[in-house]
């Protein structure tokens, strides 16, 4: 029964998507209220029947109704309950599912919340919005229904992949989620925009909080993404380059850089047709990364349901909404007025090389990715990209961007001069040229490129924390109110680029320093390790809910103190699973990894990952940066708008 | 002038859509090899260790067998892993070319994660991967009881590859004298 309802809920929002696509955009064209207000109503309407949708299925797995043909082939009754309700977006109809649900509750929020947009402008974004709605209600209803029966039902279902049984999934695809379907607000106000032919300032107003908000969890999705990778799969590594995780990287990449330039669109009126465009490619990124998990046209490790016939499907979608949304950009976009000028050296100058940056780096992952396809295309040759291509190319750019972090913050918009900005930095540059001067004494020559990042890191660090002390020291007079009245987006803005300089830190130690060793250990036997004493003490078999798992107990010793770690194999029904023992100290982990039996003993595998938590504590205090930014007052969303003459108005005709 | 600039990014996308499409007629996993029919170009391959077994050309023939080509280094290996250690237990025939790999590494990963090879060569420089046409791990081949090369599949084999495609043609092979 409950299966019939989300189907009848989902062919209703499908029907009111299709409704919110047209109604809201012929209102906004005749300037009729009627038709507008009707847009909003579809948008919060869609947004019940979809998440009402997305209930049913998710109490089907709670109920183990196996007679739903999807709840059978990826729960049982052995599987804990947290699971099975994670198990609704664990499948590709579950998670599709769960994407046009977070759609329709963005939809919602604008339509709720967007009272203070021009009602034509609301109105086009719902329409936008609702076209995206229906195409991916669509996608669902016609490819990859949830909610198909199977009579008879089987008493029993099968499993959820195993490597998906873990608190990290439960928020890790709807963090994902999202931030890439966030962009898709951006994405429609750019679509909007450039209907309506001008971009004014409460445009920019409203653009920013929502980018961010797509921005944030996509920043905690990819660092707890990379975090699960790293404890659960047992192959000790933080980042692969896979297809599946630079999916992620390349709307992030663009996502950032369209955060720092709708920051100068919103505050000097400048690089608008740029921000329009960025919008855009951002979103589609977004979308290009659901059609490769989702299409199987590259391998991954990460492609757990592929089918050629939905990845047709999705490429459908994506050459219908970029290449109208492209194909609006070149012919609207000119028409756009450019906004102010500024001098090379300003604030404005710094991001918009960030930006530069930050898009090759989008485009060389880009082409890292897909290049296999198009060589395979052109020459008929199959070739695999693996890091060495990213090392060769995404470093030597991100590192001089890293660089540049700490220069842009401490410019003055319109124009500034380099030898002022330069003294500005001079105690930032004084910690990380200390900090380098102390890694090369301890560590030598021979360790350069890890002196180096750590300099960098330092750097990073110091300037970040130079943002708002700058502004304190300007008002030491009364130090008191000048925190005070310091505003979040300033702690923001230094919180997330002290997370960069985090992050640098721990990919500098686990590249330059990490060990690992394979051996075959008996009970009782201890090895020296990394600075370490591991004794294996035992191994048994235990019985899990659902599993059957080899526990090693190690006894470790090290410049720390002793503690007993737990590694586990665990053997599910269908496949193996390592759970490594892990111990985390905030200079290095301690990472072992338990495989088979052999010879009376077990084979393990022990990995020293010196200063790798800072990667995801980095990761993590950048999405708490943008968090700390969107709560600041002047960005928060619906706060009324005491809007200035609009900035930019069309330009007259050539 | 202005205007081709601004054209640029939906030319781009229509060549990058053009690609995306041919490419996905094109099914990654399905490669034909300029084998099929013919027999395994012959090799002989050392252990990983001197406990084990080697492999070569001829260890491969009498019974129909599964080459599996794998690597220590091999992320969707491991994903493969699995069936492989399943279809060992069921009693299959499998044999394995450790490819572009150092012996000891080999050794280690088959000894944490278990070894579902009867037999296992290691291809320490590539070369006998290349003489086979290997362009990546996991590969494998089956091959028939008079060493000839039936049928090539190109990354790892799921319980679904297995089940639709490479377990009829086992069958049949067995079947055949």
Redesign the interface.
């Known amino acids: 029964m409950l299966a019939e309802v989300g189907q009848f809920a989902l062919i209703l929002a499908f029907v009111i998507s299709l409704v919110q696509a047209a109604v809201p955009l012929v209102g906004a064209h005749r300037g009729d209220p009627v038709l507008m207000a009707l847009g909003r109503a579809a948008a919060l309407l869609q947004a019940w029947f979809v998440a009402t949708a997305f209930v049913c299925l998710a109490a089907s797995y709670v109920a183990c109704d196996f007679s739903v043909a999807l709840v059978a082939q990826h729960s049982n009754t052995a599987q804990p309950l947290p699971y099975r309700i994670a198990a609704t977006w664990g499948s590709h109809e579950g998670s599709m599912l769960l994407w046009v649900l977070i759609l329709a509750i963005y939809g919602g929020a604008v339509a709720r919340f967007g009272g203070t947009l021009r009602e034509s402008l609301q109105a086009r974004v719902l329409g936008v919005q609702g076209l995206i709605g229906a195409m991916f209600l669509g996608f669902i209803l016609f490819t990859s229904n949830p909610f198909l029966r199977l009579s008879p039902a089987p008493l029993e279902g099968t499993e959820l992949n195993p490597l998906l049984q873990d608190p990290g999934l439960v928020s890790h695809p709807p963090l994902l989620y999202l931030g890439y379907v966030g962009f898709s607000v951006a994405f429609a106000f750019a679509v909007a925009a450039l209907i309506e032919g001008r971009v004014d300032a409460a445009w920019a107003r409203w653009v920013r909080p929502w980018v961010l908000a797509a921005w944030i969890p996509l920043t905690a999705g990819i660092t707890l993404g990379s975090l699960w990778a790293y404890y659960e799969l047992g192959w000790g590594g933080w980042w692969f380059w896979d297809p599946v995780e630079n999916a992620s990287l390349m709307p992030w990449l663009l996502g950032t850089a369209l955060l720092h330039s709708a920051l100068v669109l919103e505050r000097r009126g400048a690089l608008v047709s740029w921000t329009i465009l960025l919008a855009i490619l951002t979103f589609s990124l977004s979308l290009i990364g659901t059609f490769l998990v989702r299409s199987g046209i590259l391998t991954s490790v990460h492609s757990f349901a592929v089918d050629p016939e939905r990845g047709v499907y999705i490429l459908g979608i994506i050459a219908a909404t970029t290449g109208a949304a492209l194909a609006l950009y070149a012919w609207r976009a000119p028409a756009l007025r450019t906004g102010a000028l500024f001098a090379p050296v300003s604030r404005e100058g710094g991001i918009t090389l960030n930006n530069l940056v930050l898009v090759v780096l989008a485009a060389t992952v880009f082409f890292g990715t897909f290049s296999p396809v198009f060589i395979e295309i052109l020459r008929g040759d199959k070739i695999s990209v693996g890091p060495p291509y990213y090392a060769r190319t995404f470093a030597p750019l991100a590192v001089p961007l890293l660089a540049l972090v700490v220069l842009g913050p401490m410019a003055n918009w319109k124009r500034d001069r380099l030898d002022a900005i330069v003294r500005r930095v001079r105690i930032p540059a004084a910690i990380a040229g200390a900090a380098l001067l102390i890694a090369l004494l301890a560590g030598g020559w021979r360790t350069l490129v890890a002196v180096a990042g750590l300099g960098l890191a330092a750097w990073l660090v110091a300037g970040a924390v130079a943002i708002p002390v700058r502004r304190w020291w300007a008002g030491r007079a009364y130090l008191g109110r000048s925190i005070r009245t310091t505003p979040p987006a300033i702690f923001g803005l230094a919180l997330a680029h002290a997370g960069l300089g985090l992050l640098t830190l721990g990919v500098t130690g686990v590249t330059a320093w990490h060990q690992d060793t394979v051996l075959n250990m008996q009970p009782g036997q201890s090895v020296a390790f990394a600075g370490r004493t591991v004794a294996l003490q035992s191994v048994e078999m235990v019985q899990g809910p659902n599993y059957q798992a080899r526990q090693a107990r190690f006894e470790v010793k090290g410049p720390t103190g002793s503690y007993t770690l737990i590694g586990e194999r665990r053997a599910y029904a269908s496949s193996q699973t390592t759970e490594a023992a892990i111990h985390v100290t905030p200079l290095g982990n301690l990472y072992i990894s338990v495989g088979d039996e052999a010879d009376g003993g077990v084979v393990v595998r022990m990995w020293s990952h010196p200063l790798i938590m800072w990667i995801w504590t980095g990761g993590f205090l950048m999405a708490f940066g943008g968090l700390v930014s969107l709560s600041d007052r002047r960005l928060r969303l619906g706060v009324a708008a005491r809007a200035p003459a609009p900035v930019l108005v069309p330009a007259a005709a050539e | 002038m202005?205007?081709i600039l601004?054209?640029a990014?939906?030319l781009l996308?229509?060549l990058?859509?053009a690609?995306?499409?041919?490419?996905?007629?094109?099914?990654?996993?399905i490669?034909p090899s300029q084998l099929i029919g013919k027999p395994l170009p012959a090799f002989s391959l050392p252990p990983l260790s001197p406990d084990r077994a080697g492999l070569a050309t001829t260890d491969l023939a009498g019974e129909p067998v599964l080459l599996n080509v794998f690597a220590s280094w091999c992320?969707?290996c491991?994903?493969e892993h699995?069936t492989l250690?399943r279809l060992k237990a069921e009693g299959v025939n499998i044999a394995g070319l450790d490819w572009k790999d150092e012996p000891?590494?080999g050794a280690?990963w088959l000894?944490?994660?278990?070894?579902p090879y009867a037999r296992t060569g290691n291809d320490r420089t590539g070369r006998a991967g290349i003489d086979m046409g290997v362009?990546?791990v996991p590969e494998t081949f089956v091959v028939d009881r008079r060493g000839r090369v039936r049928y090539r599949q190109?990354?790892?084999i799921t319980?679904e590859v297995w089940a639709e495609t490479i377990a009829p043609l086992m069958a049949k092979l067995r079947a055949e004298s």
């Open positions: 202005r205007r601004f054209l990014p939906i996308l229509v990058v859509l690609g995306f499409g041919v490419g996905l007629r094109r099914d990654p996993s490669l992320v969707a491991r994903v699995p250690m000891a590494d280690g000894g944490q994660n278990g070894d362009s990546g190109v990354g790892p319980p």
